[in-house]
């Protein structure tokens, strides 16, 4: 079994091993101190994951001695907001779960945002164990404790910092994914090697889906690690995390979902890398790398919106500090840094990425200039 300490002020672990799930319950008695006290455990899971795991984990906690509930939500990013939100609250109010209970997400990254601020605001805090069934999951949302819902006005305006107690991955839930939320969780994989490892990014480019995956889930939440015991609560450095995100949510938004976030993410990373190449922040063939590993993982890289529809939604992005926003940029495989720029400077940057680059990899144009990007270089990096 991988063990990877995650020593926040909330310290925790997270334990990778195939097969893993069906002893949940004895794994949240072993490492978990807040289960010692708890006799109810709230499984909060989608309808497609109930399906397929949702006997095996109740099981595994009943063994374990909890009085175990399972409440399941639609599928989709669309069931994350405040009116679900609250209906698993009144739940747990029903059913008289108290302050020194759990829940125990069971799902992708929908659950998990969801079950993690329940956990973050009932009663004022109760302990949560992530079970992330999801590639995506299981190397990016999983770890790091944000939470939340979204509104109408964008993704995760809604949220708290809460760290879990426990994280358990089973790569072999993977198995039943469909390639297409497979291939969404490649993208966060690929972020990881653009951020800061080049050798992860080359063993992607030499695998694609056949990745060894116990390695690249460690490798990703080990990255992950590194950048969030620095910085908790996003203050800083851990805006490295953002890559691709600040358009990705904005065209994720605009589809009402029918983009899914890694696909969204994709897209965002593509345009910021063909944006950083034209501005020579990165080399053109940084750019054509991230771009033609996204390409064989079958997610898109093209935009459907445009950029007045993009920039509206961004304005309104979690990341925005008055005028300005910071932004993640590539400036090779590997490595990383955030710009701080204003509206209209992120504005130019993003429709300079909007452009496909010549296949030739020739002259990629001055449409924008490294020097004239950014009110401030923060000096990240990954």
Known sequence: M???DINTSHPYKVLIERGILGSCGQLIRKYCKAAEKAETAVIITDDNVAA???????????????RTLVYTVPNGEASKNISVYGEILEYMAREHVTRSDMIVDLGGGMTGDMAGFAAATFLRGIPFVQIPTTLLAQVDSSVGGKTGIDLKAGKNLAGAFCQPELVICDPDTLDTLSDRVFAEGCAEVVKYGVLGDEKLFSHLEQTVKDFDREYTISRCIEMKRDIVTVDEFDTG????LNLGHTLG???ELLSDFSLYHGEAVSIGMTVVSRAAARAGI???ECAARTEALLKRFGLPTECSFSPKELFEVMRSDKKRKGSSISLVIPKSIGECEIRKMSLSEMQIFMEAGLEELPEDNGDVG?????EDI??????AKA
């Open 374 to 379: 950014g009110t401030g270089d923060l000096g």
């Open 282 to 284: 990165c080399s053109e």
């Open 237 to 240: 450095l851990r805006q490295l």
């Open 249 to 251: 949510h904005a065209a």
């Open 366 to 370: 001055t449409a924008v200039r490294a």
């Open 2 to 4: 991988r063990e990877t």
């Open 52 to 66: 397929l795991y949702g006997g095996r984990a109740a099981a595994s906690l009943e063994e374990e001695g909890f």
